[in-house]
């Protein structure tokens, strides 16, 4: 099965990316600014809500390791959201993989593009910047 995957180094502490990875008030800030958490599972809205993914928290090791459960979107259903942390010298290393793709399709391909600039939002969020969510209720926030 196909995965994406990607490594960053964050100016920030474990205990304050953790937060920013394992609930919808974190993921708001720098994913989708439509997240909403109902029942244990974390929905998050794109273009006006035309595309919903709902995931579900599966493994929690705070502050070293979240993983989701992707349970909605047509090829997003059934794979997997990983943030592994470690620190060292006041900073973080965020270990990324989403995984569990059935196939390369374009899909996956543009999907591991955005998660690349996700990875920059995240981290400039943890580093106490503004960049903001990429995706606004909307579309794109750039």
């Not at 995957?5 to 439509?34: C, M, N």
């Not at 592994?84 to 995984?99: D, L, N, P, Q, R």
């Not at 990875?119 to 969510?133: C, D, I, Q, T």
């Amino acid at each position: 099965m196909a995965q994406i995957r990607h490594s960053i180094t964050i100016d920030a502490s474990q205990e304050k990316v953790y937060p920013l990875v394992s609930t919808a008030k974190g993921f708001s800030k720098w994913w989708a600014a439509d997240a909403t958490e109902k029942g244990g599972i974390v929905e998050l809205g794109f273009f006006k809500r035309a595309t919903v993914y709902q995931l579900e928290l599966t493994k929690n090791v705070p502050p070293n390791e979240v993983e989701w459960a992707c349970l909605s979107g047509q090829e997003w259903k059934g794979t997997r959201i990983r943030f592994s942390m470690s620190s060292g010298s006041g900073k973080t290393i965020v270990k990324f993989t989403h995984a569990d793709w059935k196939a390369e399709t374009d899909y996956f391909v543009s999907c591991t593009t955005t998660w690349g600039e996700l990875m920059f939002r995240l981290k400039g969020v943890a580093e106490g910047k503004s960049p903001g969510p990429l995706f606004s209720a909307d579309g794109l926030a750039y």
